[in-house]
Every structure is written in structure tokens, then in C-alpha cells.
């Protein structure tokens, strides 16, 4: 037996990943242990979990390693103040102790948590986003592409992957970077980075894309094969404590919008903007990336691989027949990619290619068994029901039916960022209400977030502008509605009044620009979560539930039966489901009085 374990830690969204024998055993982030979004601390429970999870000892470990080469970036660092001197002294004095204290001891603190006295392996940053994207994916060959926001000094690498080995070829470097442009925009329009970026993704179809021009005029210098240069003027990011400079605000006429403040038509704009700039990009990236390696499938991770929109435009429209991305595309896949690193790459084990990805619908996180939930609800006091397994789906899809509001947590929880069907909250789509109600009333977030739809994989093409073979588990490619589902638009609705448009015959979860961000759901990965929206199909003819993520905004996806039943009762949702235990929000003793506000202002907004 070979047990390998790859952690990321230290920057953000720290993670630990095991491989035992070459199979992906567990993987989980630290954020759902500690509750703390995006932990960037050791992932001490990330890895006890791991271990517990494959019975095993620290002392069993055979290889450890480390997602990327922490001596190289503090280089990159050191350089860029250097460069900057002395603008940056204030933040160089603010990063400087931690590297000091923690960063440049990583194989010391490494060996004294795991009791590790072999050598860890540091592989470059981008070459375990590589891995990650390409070793568990379905194909035997692939181009590759990782696109984030900076490891060491790489942005962007391509390459090939065949059978057990990678290849990174090219690479665009720091300070030049899709993702710290997107981040800088992030910023501008008064969201945070490194997580406001969905929330940015989510506003541009509000927009009218009007500023472009003015981007690739005076920001951004496009070659037509995807490279390109920030003009860094319009920055702050290389040495200051802002992501933009105060030239940034004169060419937009306004200086970066306040947190929590109102979003105004010009943040819509800039949104769109910034995000159609996005997805040129990728598409001449990935025409030059085929154009160099002429291979058909292409696998792709960094952090800005969680764009799904640019991903739709790149599969669609692009010149690959098929593309894989990996489900924890940020840094918290960088513990996976090592892993996989060592095990094919280093050791030199051969790969097994099946139909489907080995990443086993990415449900590689921690679960409960009912007596566990009974044991923990009833130490809360709550109340409620046990039901047989033949009338849990179609008891929840009546309650959907219903347009009741469902906390779903189910098996293992997921590796990565999107809730895919085990911590999830699920809602009917075709309530013209239920958008505005869950985003207001169960996530208090922000009004205009669309949610996802879950929709069966053999009715995908009956409901969304998709290819005949495309397949979406892991909600990462944003498709059109079907036109023949549309609706007409209200021309004279425009900024967020175009929320109020009912759109299609799924309105809650048609975004304003007709598009949606699609999981595809198939009996074998998605098992109990497939009859469920099967039931609700039966009762309703819809094949679609809406799925976010079960959290309230600012907290971290749910993990354990504790976890999902604080949320639920934090929140306006109505019934909650564990395993086979489920809660009607009615019958909880004190559920009029219970302390929402304690229990929100645990978590930071973001």
C-alpha cells in the first residue's frame, strides 16, 4: 500500500488530499471544519480526516507534498518590492513576518504536524493545477490549460498531458494575469477579492458591455494567441495594499465603488465589461493552445476556471470537442494535483481511463449515518422524522412542489466550491418568487445572484441551448435557456428591475441574459439526489430543482448535522433533510425566538 497526502495551506481556500494505492480517497477544504471562510491556516482537520477516513496513521504516510514551491514566490516577492522600492514598503512590512514566522519553515512545520522525517515534494504551482486538471480526468491525452491569478511567477501555463505524464510548454508571468485583472475589477466594483468574483460574474449580464474598447485600449495589450501585458499604472497589487490606482479611477470617472453601498448602472457596466474582456481572452487562449498541442479534449484548473461563463463560450464556441475542468479549480485542487503528481508523474504509475472522471462526482468529503444525525439532533433537542428510503424523494418533492424551501445534506460532501447535490438548498424553479426569496430570505445575499439548476442529464437538451454529449456534474459550464422555454423580455426594465421579467418557464433560475449555470444529475454519481428531482419530475413534469449551496453569506458550505441544522434554523427555509431525518421548520421548539443575529454575525460579510 501507498498512501500519499497533498496539502495546500497558507494563501487561501487551504485544503489536504489522500491517495491511497493511486485512488482518490478523500479530499475536503479546512473552511468546513473550522468555519472559517477561505481558511488559509494549516489544514490540520482537513488531514485528520483524510486519515480517519482511510484508517490510517500519520505515521502510514508514505510521500507528502506541498501544492507549490514556497522559496520560488517569496523570490518573486522580493523582486517585485525590489522593483517597487519604496512604494511598497508598507506592504512588504505587512507580508514580511508571516513569511518569516511560517511560510519559508513549510518543510519543517510540515514534518513536525505529520511526524514526517521523508523529504515533501514542492512541486511549481501550476504544474499541480495542471495534474489536478488532467489525472483524474476521462482522457488518455489532452492539451492543458491553468489560468489563475499568480503561483510562483506563472499566470497561465499550457501544455500536454499523456497517459501518466504532463507537460507544461508556455506560460505568461507575473504581473501580467487574467485572474488578478479579474480580481482588480472585483475590487473596483466594491466586492472582495479572491471572493467576490462570482458575485462580479453574476452582476455583468445587468450590464451593457460599453467599457470594452476602452479596456483593450488603454488597460490591456491583447495579442490575437491570448497573450498580453497590463499596463500596471492602472494597478496597485504588485506592492501596494489596493488592488487599483488612482489612474484606474480616472478612466472610469469614479473611484472604486464602497462596499455594501448601492450598485449603480455604471458597476453593471463595468461588470459586463470586464467580464466580456474575460472570455476573449480564454477563447484566444484556448484557440492557441489547440493550435499549438492539435489535441481535441482539453482539461483546465487555476482559479479562473471557475468562470463558467467563459468555460460555456470556450466549449461552444471554441475548438475543442471536449473540455474537463477540474471541480476544485482554486488553490484547494492544488492539494489534489500534487498527490496525483507524485503518484503518476513521480513514481511513475500508469493511469486507468474509464468513461467517466475518477474523481467520483467530487463527493470526496466527510458523512453521517442516520443513527449519527439522530444522535447529534437530538443533543440540539430538535424535532423530527425518520422515514424509509422508498418514501424520503417523493415526500421532499412534494414539499418542493409545494414551493417550501429545502436544506438537503446528503453522503459525502463536496470537494470544491459549488454544492452539487449533498450541502445543498433546494427550491422549485418555475416560482417567479423563489429567487428573490432565497437570495433575500435563506443566503442574505444580494438580490441579483442567480441560482443554478439541477436538472437530469437525459433532459438537458430538452431545457437548455447544449450540445447532444455535454455534460455539466459539476456546475462549471453556464448554457443558454432553450428557446422554445423563453420568454419575451420587458425592454423597459433595465439595472436590477430586470429581476422583476419572468423570463422563462423556469424563471428562478434564467439569469437576466437567458443563461443558466447547469449540473447535470445521473443516477450513478448523484444517486438518492437523481430521485429526487426524478420524483419531483413525476409530480410536477419539471426535471429541475434549483441548487446553491447550503450556507447563509459569509459562511462556509455546510459539513456536519450541527452545521445543517444552525443554518436551517438561522434562515426562512422550510424543511431541512439528513440522510433519512427530516425537520419541518414549524415544529422546532423555539423556532420564533431563535437568535439568528448570534449566529450571523459569527461570519463576516464578503
Known amino acids: 500500500m501507498t498512501a500519499i497526502l497533498g496539502i495546500s495551506a497558507f494563501y487561501h481556500d487551504s485544503a489536504a488530499a489522500l491517495l491511497v494505492d493511486g485512488e482518490i480517497v478523500a479530499a475536503a477544504q479546512e473552511e468546513r471544519f473550522t468555519r472559517t471562510k477561505h481558511d488559509h491556516a494549516f489544514p490540520d482537520n482537513a488531514i485528520n480526516y483524510c486519515l480517519a477516513e482511510a484508517g490510517l496513521d500519520k ?10 514551491k514556497p522559496m520560488l514566490k517569496f523570490g518573486r516577492l522580493l523582486e517585485t518590492y525590489a522593483a517597487h522600492a519604496p ?62 491569478g499568480v503561483g510562483e511567477w506563472a499566470t497561465a501555463s499550457l501544455g500536454v498531458g499523456r497517459g501518466n505524464r504532463i507537460e507544461l510548454t508556455h506560460e505568461l508571468r507575473f504581473p501580467h494575469s487574467i485572474g488578478l485583472l479579474y480580481s482588480a475589477f472585483t475590487y473596483f466594483c466594491g466586492f472582495r477579492v479572491n471572493s467576490g468574483e462570482y ?47 488612482k489612474k484606474m479611477d480616472e478612466l472610469f470617472g469614479r473611484p472604486p465603488r464602497k462596499p455594501e453601498s448601492p450598485l449603480t448602472q455604471h458597476d453593471m457596466d463595468i461588470a459586463a465589461s470586464i467580464q466580456r474582456v474575460t472570455e476573449e481572452i480564454v477563447l484566444r487562449i484556448g484557440r492557441f493552445v489547440h493550435d499549438v498541442t492539435g489535441l481535441p479534449n482539453l482539461c483546465m484548473a487555476g482559479g ?15 475548438p475543442f470537442e471536449n473540455v474537463w475542468i477540474q471541480p476544485a479549480a482554486g488553490d484547494a485542487g492544488g492539494a489534489l494535483g500534487v498527490a496525483e503528481l507524485i503518484w503518476h508523474q513521480l513514481l511513475d504509475k500508469p493511469r486507468t481511463v474509464g468513461v467517466a472522471d475518477s474523481q467520483r462526482g467530487s463527493l470526496l468529503g466527510p458523512k453521517f449515518d442516520t443513527s449519527e444525525v439522530i444522535k447529534s439532533l437530538d443533543t440540539l433537542g430538535a424535532v423530527y422524522t425518520e422515514l424509509p428510503d422508498d418514501a424520503l424523494a417523493e415526500t421532499i418533492a412534494s414539499h418542493l ?20 447535490g449533498s450541502r445543498s438548498i433546494l427550491g422549485d424553479p418555475r416560482s417567479a418568487e423563489m429567487q428573490k426569496t432565497m437570495n433575500l430570505k435563506i443566503k442574505f445575499r444580494e438580490s441579483f445572484r442567480p441560482f443554478a439548476p439541477s436538472v437530469l442529464r437525459s433532459r438537458v437538451h430538452e431545457y437548455f441551448e447544449t450540445r447532444p454529449t455535454e455534460d455539466s456534474p459539476y456546475m462549471l459550464l453556464v448554457a443558454g435557456v432553450h428557446a422554445s422555454r423563453r420568454f419575451a423580455d420587458d425592454p423597459t426594465k433595465s439595472g436590477l428591475d430586470r429581476l422583476a421579467v419572468k423570463r422563462s418557464e423556469v424563471p428562478a433560475i434564467t439569469h437576466v441574459d437567458y443563461s443558466a449555470r447547469i449540473q447535470s444529475v445521473d443516477a450513478e454519481r448523484h444517486g438518492r439526489y437523481h430521485e429526487l428531482i426524478s420524483a419531483f419530475e413525476r409530480k410536477t413534469g419539471c ?27 438561522a434562515t426562512d427555509m422550510d424543511v431541512l433533510v439528513i440522510e433519512n431525518v427530516v425537520l419541518l421548520k414549524s415544529e422546532q421548539p423555539g423556532q420564533a425566538t431563535y437568535d439568528r443575529a448570534s449566529h450571523l454575525a459569527k461570519f463576516a460579510l464578503d
Not at 59 to 68: H, P, Q
Not at 206 to 222: F, Q
Not at 232 to 243: I, R, V
Not at 402 to 420: C, I, N, S, T
Open 59 to 68: 505515521r502510514d504516510l508514505d510521500y507528502v507534498g506541498f501544492y507549490d
Open 87 to 148: 512604494a511598497g514598503i508598507s506592504s512588504f512590512a505587512r507580508a514580511m513576518p508571516l513569511w518569516l514566522r511560517q511560510k519559508l519553515h513549510l518543510a519543517r512545520i510540515i514534518k513536525r504536524k505529520l511526524q514526517h522525517e521523508k523529504r515533501i515534494i514542492f512541486p511549481e504551482h501550476h504544474e499541480s493545477h495542471a495534474a489536478s486538471a488532467f489525472f483524474p480526468s476521462p482522457f488518455e491525452e489532452a492539451a492543458l490549460l491553468t489560468v489563475d
Open 199 to 245: 458575485k462580479l460574474m453574476g452582476l455583468a449580464p445587468y450590464g451593457e458591455a460599453k467599457y470594452t474598447d476602452l479596456i483593450l485600449e488603454h488597460v490591456i495589450d491583447l495579442k490575437d494567441d491570448g497573450s498580453f501585458r497590463l499596463d500596471q499604472s492602472y494597478f496597485n497589487y504588485c506592492a501596494g495594499l489596493t488592488m487599483t490606482s
Open 304 to 318: 479562473v476556471a471557475l468562470n463558467c461563463v467563459s468555460n460555456g463560450r470556450l466549449l461552444r464556441e471554441g
Open 401 to 420: 412542489a409545494d414551493e417550501h424551501v429545502v436544506g438537503w445534506m446528503q453522503g459525502r460532501m463536496e470537494f470544491g466550491p459549488r454544492a452539487l
Open 543 to 569: 426535471p429541475i430543482v434549483i441548487n446553491t449551496s447550503f450556507n447563509v453569506r459569509g459562511e462556509p458550505i455546510v459539513c456536519t448535522p450541527e452545521d445543517a441544522y444552525r443554518c436551517f434554523m
